[in-house]
């Protein structure tokens, strides 16, 4: 029992694992493994969910949250509202950490106003502002991350690459929720308190995390000072870090690193990238998701603009496409057991509409 809840808790990891010992079998171990790994990007992703998880313990975000949606008097409003709130964590918390930490905060709303009939059109809308939310943001999906710092992207070239597909994706997931029946709605807070002192600690902690992605401060700083903060003010932070997406990416950047030394596979990615890297990488991500794909397609290609843009747009379609996704439907069962298939329709009828739309938008700029 314990061991099937371990496989089905981490299943990317397993998989991604799976994945890396298959080409172990064609690309023995040697010296060349240790330069497969990218510890920029992991200790960039370990500083930031590692505050992200402190904030969280001290309930700054569903605080947050509940106060602003309580600004909002309607259904509409409150949707878009969460909606919202999705689109700015991701940007500023990653996309997995923003659903993890606002797809409750949907449920709640919704259970606690007799308003559950919206919750799958609410939970397909959240999962899609944080997976195209965070693509503006260098730290708003991990595999921007990990583009950011194996191409060396300057930020506001990096943002200015984002921002079409972004506003082009605000607009089209506002436009779904402004079809919501407008309901009165009475939404309440709950009894948590606010606790100034660690949330000030933690925010500052953030804002050097933040300063370490953007590289206004040397790695070692955040790798240092946040672990060490942390070990004194909330060990348990630490613990709830997902090391298991960490591990992830270590078993997906050995496979992308065995891929690109075998001949054929290197000749056929590199023949896709140069016909369309668009095209190509977003089509990628909705068989073996868009962390892997951006590792692997990185190998073959030196056109990280289109890549950037493929492998955020190819977030949207398949429930794999994206491990945002997975924690999406996720929840929802966790909540209701038996919508899988109404889920998974409404799902894939929004996701693979918005791919089409955004590869069409993009093909065209």
């Not at 298959?22 to 969910?49: E, H, N, Q, R």
């Not at 700015?88 to 949907?106: H, K």
Request: net charge positive; aromatic share 12%.
């Amino acid at each position: 029992m314990h061991l099937k809840a371990f496989a089905k808790h981490n299943a990317v990891m397993l998989a991604s694992l799976a994945a890396a010992a298959i080409t172990v079998i064609f690309v023995p171990v040697d010296s060349s493994y240790a330069g497969y790994l990218d510890y920029k990007t992991l200790i960039c992703l370990f500083c930031v969910l590692a505050v992200v998880c402190a904030l969280r313990d001290v309930n700054f975000f569903f605080i947050l949250a509940c106060r602003i949606v309580r600004v909002f008097k309607t259904s509409r409003m409150c949707i878009l509202a969460l909606v919202y709130i999705s689109f700015l964590g991701s940007m500023l918390i990653t996309n997995d950490t923003a659903l993890l930490t606002f797809l409750p905060l949907g449920y709640y709303v919704l259970s606690s106003t007799g308003k559950k009939k919206y919750l799958p059109f609410t939970f397909i809308m959240q999962n899609m502002a944080a997976n195209l939310g965070g693509m503006l943001t260098p730290f708003g999906n991990p595999q921007n991350l990990y583009l950011y710092t194996k191409f060396n992207i300057p930020t506001a070239e990096f943002m200015g690459i984002m921002l079409p597909p972004f506003l082009v994706s605000m607009l089209l997931i506002t436009a779904c929720c402004l079809f919501v029946k407008s309901e009165p709605l009475t939404v309440t807070e709950g009894k948590m308190q606010f606790k100034p002192r660690p949330t000030l600690l933690y925010l500052a902690l953030f804002v050097l995390a933040v300063a370490v992605v953007l590289r206004a401060l040397p790695l070692w700083v955040g790798l240092v000072i946040i672990p060490a903060v942390l070990l004194v003010s909330d060990r348990h932070a630490l613990q709830a870090v997902d090391y298991s997406l960490l591990l992830t990416f270590v078993f997906f950047f050995v496979f992308a690193g065995n891929m690109a030394r075998i001949d054929a596979v290197r000749d056929f990615f590199s023949m896709l990238m140069e016909k369309n890297t668009l095209l190509y990488s977003a089509l990628s991500c909705q068989m073996i998701s868009n962390v892997p794909a951006a590792i692997l397609l990185s190998q073959f290609t030196q056109n990280y603009a289109e890549l950037l843009r493929g492998v955020n747009i190819g977030g949207a379609g398949t429930l794999i496409a994206s491990l945002a996704s997975l924690i999406t439907f996720s929840e929802y069962m966790r909540h209701e057991p038996k919508g899988a298939k109404r889920f998974i329709i409404e799902f894939s009828v929004f996701n693979f509409a918005f791919l089409a739309v955004l590869l069409v938008i993009m093909s065209l700029i």
